[in-house]
């Protein structure tokens, strides 16, 4: 399996205006798309950057809201009420062949891949499997230059 660049950092809050905010004041970040809802995946999600040096890519930060009471972030929050780094997100090529060859490693996928943010396909391992990170698997985005 061929595994990818970083995509993004997850970060979960319980407010997503708090967060941006910090993320824009503080740590100078851009925000890069601005909140928008993703109740297939029971998240409010904002995309913020850091920018890179000249031509290289900035870094990618994805703000994690939870959306109802049965998100899957809810727990987490109920763990770390002020939010945390939740996940790291990886590309790859090839999705179904990316799953396969978690399953043969004997890593828990957790569900079958679901529409990513960033209009891929994406599955999470978990992180009991992955020394303690929450891991996103998602295919890399058509046209993304590296
Ligand atoms: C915006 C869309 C998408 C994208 O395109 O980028 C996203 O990023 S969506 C992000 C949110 N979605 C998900 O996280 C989906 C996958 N997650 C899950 O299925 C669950 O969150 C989970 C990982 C199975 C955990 O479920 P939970 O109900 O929280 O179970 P537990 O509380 O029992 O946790 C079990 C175990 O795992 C530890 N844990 C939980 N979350 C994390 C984490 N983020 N990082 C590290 N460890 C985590 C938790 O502490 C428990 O540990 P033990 O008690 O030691 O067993
Ligand atoms: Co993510």
């Known amino acids: 399996m061929k595994l990818g660049r970083l995509n993004h950092v997850g970060v979960a809050t319980p407010s997503?205006?708090?967060?941006i905010a910090f993320?824009?004041?503080?740590?100078?970040?851009?925000?890069?798309?601005?909140p928008f809802d993703m109740a297939g995946q029971g998240v409010r999600v904002c995309f913020v950057e850091t920018?890179?040096?000249?031509?290289?890519?900035?870094?990618?930060?994805?703000?994690?809201?939870?959306l109802g009471e049965t998100?899957?972030?809810a727990a987490f929050l109920a763990?770390?009420?002020?939010?945390?780094?939740?996940?790291?997100?990886?590309e790859v090529p090839d999705i179904a062949a990316?799953?396969?060859?978690?399953?043969?490693?004997?890593k828990r996928v957790l569900g079958e891949p679901r529409l990513g943010a960033h209009g891929t396909l994406v599955f999470f391992v978990h992180p009991r499997d992955?020394?303690?990170?929450?891991?996103?698997?998602?295919?890399?985005?058509?046209?993304?230059?590296?």
């Open 16 to 19: 997503l205006e708090r967060a």
């Open 23 to 34: 993320w824009r004041d503080i740590m100078g970040a851009q925000i890069i798309r601005e």
């Open 51 to 66: 920018p890179g040096a000249d031509s290289t890519a900035g870094t990618q930060i994805e703000l994690l809201e939870p």
């Open 71 to 73: 998100s899957p972030i």
């Open 79 to 90: 763990k770390n009420p002020q939010g945390g780094q939740h996940h790291l997100a990886f």
């Open 98 to 106: 990316a799953k396969d060859w978690f399953e043969r490693q004997g």
């Open 130 to 146: 992955m020394g303690g990170v929450l891991t996103e698997i998602m295919e890399t985005p058509k046209g993304a230059g590296h």
